[in-house]
């Protein structure tokens, strides 16, 4: 018989009531008197299970609903309907049981105490959280070791650099060693060396801990390196529960080609270009071409070999279009 | 137990740390506290002097010894949480206190008192310029002083959970400012930081010992300056353990409802 699910969602949804009016002082006064209430479904039903010590992508365009259920699963919202189990707790009832085994990071938001260095905040969450003194300093270096924190934990979280802040914000969150971690969008803003940094990070810590991860992002590398099941949602439904690759190339069956050419080639090689694939777009002098992704090697082989080449770069499509894809139903 | 008393010690030197960043504007808002009982204090010596030298009882002497305890008790009773409040609320960092295994109070309760430990020297420092110059006339009764501790705590008690209740209104509203305000206006006439209450009309009087804002600041004030019989001072003992009891009560029934909301809402 298969463990128990860490996370177990059937037919979760929620609805808020907002109030809404036209522009304008008439509509101002207006709404003084009357509010029109409009409910807006932010997740609209879903239904899924995550093994312990799964890692899983959780995607969706901006809205979509992702942030909304990382809520609900972290205790932070009610839901309107629908039943929610994590690691046997109902998350908005906010046990002090539950509240140990998780945590949750945003991204866009941190809990680390502004003026003082991270170590004294970490100190601060080892009360909280009851951690045993040796656990707490076998975690600590443990983590100072994984994320290479050693000089940083000793500065003021506001003279940090925003990725040496994230990644303390990432080690005070996991200092009570979670059973489950949510992650939102852990890694935005962040340059692309500390992108991987802290998603090597990531993924060493669910080996290491058994620990069970929903990560939302919007880079799709995120995805990729840490996930192999990814789940999408958009309009707050479940439109995809699968593996990444089966997502990946069932709905990118191209890539792109961005292309920039030596200034002195002549207008007929840029022309030329749509030889190669499908012109998708051509802006100051750099052609778009989607190639099927099969072809990729060697069209870009065959254009560096014919044509004067400054720049080439071979993208997939932006997770924004893959999940916009799978959303539209659109067959590869 | 133990492990909330971790909690504190550990906050209490977070708190502590970051407080000393801010040490300037700390001085500031205490510059305050001291400058409103100096303001009252003059007014009501001229007044005073003007009416042949007492008002209600009250000589400039007297005047001073009320207005320079008003401002100690108010040091160690104030707090602001109610200003913060929504902002917590508008900008989710409430959301992490809820992710955290601890009601979200006792942070609060330690910024509290870490703030008030930062300013304490130089509040007994200016107290004590005030007595140099305005000579207040104290006459003080040592029971009724001994009390006074106890008095002082309870009131500091039931200021905080009151306030902390009423700044939970902004889980319902985002017109916190006019509650504040509404609040305030209250506190500053009938809880005597602007005039002895006695100096009232009755009706306010009365208003003051039914509301909770008598006990907050005036009668640690008119217990520790011997204006008590045995008696008021145990009347007044109780009424802050029964403001207490209350508020402790209205504090989780209000703070459940608000969690309610907020998680129905979202931040």
């Known amino acids: 018989m298969p463990p128990d699910p860490a996370i177990r969602l059937r037919e979760l949804s929620k609805t808020f009531t907002a109030t809404e009016r036209e522009s304008g002082m008439g509509a101002a006064l207006a709404s003084l008197v009357h ?19 799964e890692i899983v992508g959780f995607l969706g365009p901006n809205g979509a609903g992702k942030t909304t259920t990382l809520k609900m699963l972290s205790g932070l919202l009610h839901a309107s309907g629908g039943e929610l189990s994590v690691l046997g707790h109902v998350p908005w009832k906010r046990e002090k049981a539950f509240l140990r085994k998780i945590t949750l990071v945003m991204g866009q938001r941190n809990q ?105 992002s919007h880079y799709m590398a995120d995805v990729e390196a840490l996930c192999r099941r990814v789940i999408v949602i958009h309009h707050g439904r479940l439109l995809f529960d699968g593996e990444l690759a089966a997502l990946v190339g069932k709905f990118t069956a191209h890539k792109t080609i961005v292309v920039k050419l030596d200034e002195g080639a002549d207008a007929a090689a840029g022309a030329g270009l749509a030889a190669y694939g499908e012109v998708v777009s051509e802006e100051d002098g750099a052609v778009t ?37 799978v959303f539209a139903g659109e067959k590869p | 137990m133990r492990g909330l008393a971790e909690v504190y010690r550990q906050q209490f030197r977070t708190t502590f740390a970051s407080f000393v960043q801010y040490r300037a504007s700390i001085f500031i808002w205490m510059i305050d506290r001291i400058l409103d009982p100096v303001i009252y204090l003059v007014v009501w010596s001229v007044v005073s002097r003007s009416t042949g030298g007492s008002v209600g009882g009250f000589t400039p002497g007297r005047f001073a010894a009320y207005f320079i305890t008003t401002m100690l008790v108010t040091q ?78 309870m009131a500091f008690a039931v200021k905080f959970i009151t306030e902390w209740t009423l700044a ?69 003992l109780a009424a802050q353990a029964a403001w207490l009891v209350l508020g402790l009560f209205l504090l989780r029934t209000v703070w459940r409802a608000g969690v309610r909301v907020y998680s129905a809402v979202g931040a």
């Open chain 1, 112 to 216: 680390l105490v502004w003026d003082i260095p991270a170590a004294d905040s970490f100190e601060l969450n080892r009360a909280i959280y009851r951690i045993p003194a040796a656990d707490f300093r076998a975690t600590v270096s443990e983590l100072t070791d994984l994320l290479d924190l050693g000089p940083i934990l000793r500065k003021p979280v506001r003279t940090l650099s925003l990725g040496e802040r994230m990644k303390c914000e990432v080690a005070a969150a996991l200092l009570h060693r979670p059973q489950v971690v949510f992650l939102d969008e852990p890694t935005i803003g962040l340059d692309v060396t500390m992108q991987r940094r802290i998603r090597a990070f990531i993924a060493e810590y669910n080996q290491r801990s058994g620990a069970t991860v929903l990560l939302t």
């Open chain 1, 289 to 325: 071409l989607r190639v099927p992704r099969a072809e990729t090697a060697r069209v870009t082989g065959r254009i560096l070999a014919d044509l004067p080449v400054v720049d080439l770069t071979v993208e997939d499509p932006p997770i924004e279009e893959v999940i916009e894809r």
């Open chain 2, 168 to 236: 939970l209104s902004a889980f319902w509203t985002t017109r916190v400012s006019a509650v504040n305000q509404g609040y305030f206006v209250a506190a500053l006439f009938l809880s005597g930081q602007m005039a002895p209450l006695t100096l009232l009309p009755h009706p306010l009087q009365v208003a003051a010992a039914l509301l909770p804002f008598r006990w907050t600041i005036s009668f640690p004030v008119e217990l520790f300056l011997g204006r008590l019989a045995p008696r008021e001072a145990l009347i007044g």
């Open chain 2, 76 to 153: 160690v009773t104030y707090t602001w949480v109610m200003f913060e409040y929504e902002y917590r609320i508008r900008h989710g960092s409430l959301s992490f206190a809820l992710l955290r295994p601890i009601h979200p109070i006792h942070t609060d309760l330690v910024d509290n008192i870490s703030s008030k430990l930062i300013t304490l020297p130089l509040m007994i420092l200016a107290a004590a310029a005030l007595i140099v110059i305005f000579k207040p006339e104290f006459s003080l009764v040592p029971w009724a002083v001994l009390l006074f501790v106890p008095a002082l705590l």
């Open chain 1, 35 to 53: 509010r029109r209430r409009q409910e807006v479904v932010a997740v609209d039903g879903i239904s899924f299970d995550l093994a312990p010590g």
